[in-house]
T-cell receptor
């Protein structure tokens, strides 16, 4: 299996620009998670989906962040407008309830907003 | 989910066993103990999980005390590639959600 696939791996953008991060979960998984990692705050859960439906978005920082999952094999995390404090590594992860709920992570998208 | 306490850092000599402790004194009966690790610049990697009994897989062993208030992850023969941050997480197996809440973890340094 290819694992969770994220793109882009690295992005540098200017403040105010729109950023779109993409994720392809492991085939057959019914849960998808978006996490953010910074030195100050560690790994934080932003939002997660079950069967393409958002279940808990309480970790989404503010209205500038939005996440969608139009189908079982694709999700996006969008930041508009981006700010320097959004600089972080964004991880996508997926799991299948029938596999003991083990969550598998992608390699992350490294975002720098200048 | 119950909170966990881990030492911030540990050292281990290559080839020796690495024993990483975790306290979870407020764990509930339906909560599992999960261990993940994160090697620098990579996504977190699942290691092992358990409920009551000790567990072993190809990566590690998990020892859970009888009262379930603490556990130890054992890497039997640590290598330099095991240098990473290790996270102990307790997580309910319920219908209310399956997300993992990460703490600060233990930074393990394996030395030659």
């Amino acid at each position: 299996d290819a694992g969770v696939i994220q793109s882009p791996r690295h992005e540098v953008t200017e403040m105010g620009q729109e950023v779109t991060l993409r994720c392809k979960p492991i085939s057959g998984h019914d849960y998808l998670f978006w996490y953010r990692q910074t030195m100050m705050r560690g790994l934080e859960l932003l939002i997660y989906f079950n069967n393409n439906v958002p279940i808990d978005d309480s970790g989404m920082p503010e209205d500038r962040f939005s996440a969608k999952m139009p189908n079982a094999s694709f999700s996006t995390l969008k930041i508009q407008p981006s700010e320097p404090r959004d600089s972080a590594v964004y991880f996508c992860a997926s799991s299948f309830r029938g596999q003991g709920n083990t969550i598998y992570f992608g390699e992350g998208s490294w975002l720098t907003v200048v | 989910d119950a909170k966990t306490t881990q030492p911030p850092s540990m050292d281990c000599a290559e080839g020796r066993a690495a024993n990483l402790p975790c306290n979870h004194s407020t764990i509930s009966g339906n909560e599992y103990v999960y261990w993940y690790r994160q090697i620098h610049s990579q996504g977190p990697q699942y290691i092992i999980h358990g409920l009551k009994n000790n567990e072993t897989n190809e990566m590690a062993s998990l020892i859970i005390t009888e009262d379930r208030k603490s556990s130890t992850l054992i890497l039997p023969h640590a290598t330099l590639r095991d240098t990473a941050v290790y996270y102990c997480i307790v997580r309910a197996a319920s219908n209310s959600g399956y997300a993992l809440n990460f703490g600060k973890g233990t930074s393990l340094l394996v030395t030659p």
